[in-house]
């Protein structure tokens, strides 16, 4: 016979265990930046992220995001972070480089030739080393996501060949690589928070800038830009970062499931950016860009006057992150 005693042992149990799943999660409000408009791919990252909160947690953890820099640029964010006054940013390493030297290896000229090379840096042994970095100076990152290889777009000239660099004024990340690249290929560099190009781009402050297909696209650069070259002369990662000082903060069911959202929130990301990327240079072409390719014998010119920008960066940069990036490289080559 069921006893009423046994009954009641049940009933608490049963409270326990419920009480006890909901417990592992609090009403958070994780305020979540981005440079980006919502309509580029990091927005299906991030809404991936948002179903699995909504999903794991009865809607106690949500992400907020704020795009198009209307929060600030990376930099901006990537200060409230470290203070601690803001959660979550999708930022560029580029702008980091000033805080984690290290970083500076992907702003190195043509370091990666394609996408799976650039998976097999950040998702292997590279990728953690940059994530330790990252996390002692109060950055935890949950992922990489993409922005992609960075093409040249300009209002003056098409940027054929290494002489057509010469003198166009390019807004560049705020990093001393990036700065002195460009000035190695003739061009007036100015660095400027991503935020800002727009407008510094149609009040004609500046002549181009560079970024991947669906970056121009989805931030409308095609309306002040005429030129676009496909250079292809950088993959500079996005980061998902987390506040070391409100990450402490976290119980550890929390801290897991941020992890496993930003980590499908990558699939769904690159996969989508991936995809985007061909129909964005047709969009832009078809929008009235005029798009040109660097020839073989020109992109030969332009891979040897840049080389200087290795030898001058290598020590700042330091020889344990150069090394674990050419060591995975080697082996996503297979040599
Ligand atoms: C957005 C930036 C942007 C980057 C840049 O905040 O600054 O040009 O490519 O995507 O991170």
């Known amino acids: ?7 009641v042992t049940l009933i608490a149990g049963t409270l326990m265990v419920a009480t006890g799943a909901m417990a592992q999660f609090a009403d958070r409000n994780i305020k979540f930046t981005n440079g980006i408009n919502e309509d580029h791919p990091v927005g299906v990252g991030v809404r991936k992220m948002q179903e699995i909160l909504a999903a794991k947690t009865g809607g106690k953890m949500k992400i907020s995001s704020f795009w198009g820099g209307s929060a600030g640029g990376d930099m901006q964010a990537i200060q409230a972070l470290r203070a601690g006054t803001q959660e979550m ?129 989805t931030s409308k650069f095609n309306e002040v830009q005429k030129y676009l070259s496909v250079t292809r ?40 950016n991936r995809a985007m990327s061909d129909k964005s240079l047709a969009a832009l072409k078809a929008k009235g860009m005029q798009i040109n390719e660097v020839s073989a014998a020109e992109q030969t010119r332009i891979r040897a006057k840049v080389n200087a920008v290795y030898d001058k960066h290598k020590d700042s940069i330091g020889p344990d992150a150069i090394k674990v990036v050419q060591d995975e490289l080697k082996k996503a080559r297979g040599g």
């Open 1 to 7: 016979m069921f006893k009423r005693r046994n009954l």
């Open 89 to 217: 940013v999708c930022a560029s390493t580029s702008p980091i480089v000033g805080i984690v030297k290290e970083l500076g290896v992907f702003d190195l000229p043509f370091l990666f030739a394609n996408e799976k090379e650039a998976d097999a840096v950040l998702d292997g042994a590279a990728g953690k080393y940059f994530n330790a970095k990252l996390e002692a100076v109060g950055l935890v990152n949950l992922s990489y996501w993409e922005n992609g290889f960075r093409n040249l777009t300009n209002s003056k000239r098409p940027v054929a060949k290494l002489e057509d660099f010469d003198g166009v004024k390019v807004r560049v990340m705020q990093n001393n690589i990036f700065l002195d690249t460009f000035k190695t290929l003739g061009s007036n560099a100015v660095p400027m928070a991503f935020p800002e190009v727009f407008t510094a781009l149609e009040t004609k402050t500046i002549d181009g800038q560079e970024n991947p297909f669906v970056t121009i696209e």
């Open 233 to 272: 002369h950088a993959y500079t990662p996005f980061v998902v970062l987390y506040s070391k000082k409100l990450w402490d903060q976290l119980n550890p069911q929390e801290q897991a499931l941020l992890r496993e959202a930003a980590m499908e929130g990558q699939k769904v990301q690159r996969a989508a």
